[in-house]
């Protein structure tokens, strides 16, 4: 451990590893100074400062996880209708697929961009403004989200 420390303030400052973890290894899931020490630990004597980051890199490792299940249709409609019954201004009772935000449900245009923006968070998508007017019930949004994660079932 000391030598650990010693070599931080000999040869750099915590700052410049974690910019060098950072910017060379940047799924770096170990502090830099713990990565230091387990060099230190396998018995490197001296690190000079452009040696550091290469160090850091070869020492961490990592593991890619994916980013999820794969959505299908009844995923999409259930996250959809409950995103639309959570709405405080949406009631629960009133929401089908094929209910008008306007017509069926009372909603005004600035709630319609509220729904949008809530199911663009829910998903992690972006609708354009051109997209979102055209989207005025929960089915055509259900069907937007497949089409643009290319679910069909």
Not at 7 to 27: M, N, V, Y
Not at 70 to 90: A, C, E, G, Q, Y
Request: charged letters at 25%; a negative charge.
């Amino acid at each position: 451990m000391a030598t650990a420390n010693r070599l931080l303030e000999r040869f750099a400052s915590r700052q410049f590893h974690r910019q060098a973890a950072s910017l060379l290894c940047p799924r770096t899931t170990q502090r830099p100074s713990r990565v230091i020490v387990n060099v230190a630990a396998t018995g490197v004597r001296a690190l000079s400062s452009s040696q550091a980051p290469l160090l850091l890199c070869a020492t961490v490792h990592w593991r890619s996880y994916s980013s999820g299940r794969p959505l299908t249709l009844k995923t999409v409609n259930d996250r959809v209708m409950l995103v639309l019954r959570l709405f405080d201004k949406i009631d629960p009772e009133k929401v089908k697929s094929s209910s008008h935000f306007i017509n069926d449900l009372g909603l005004d245009s600035l709630d319609h961009v509220e729904i949008i923006t809530a199911i663009e968070e829910e998903f992690g998508i972006e609708i354009p403004d051109g997209d979102s007017e055209q989207l005025m019930t929960p089915g055509h949004i259900i069907q937007y989200i497949c089409d643009k994660e290319d679910i069909y079932e």
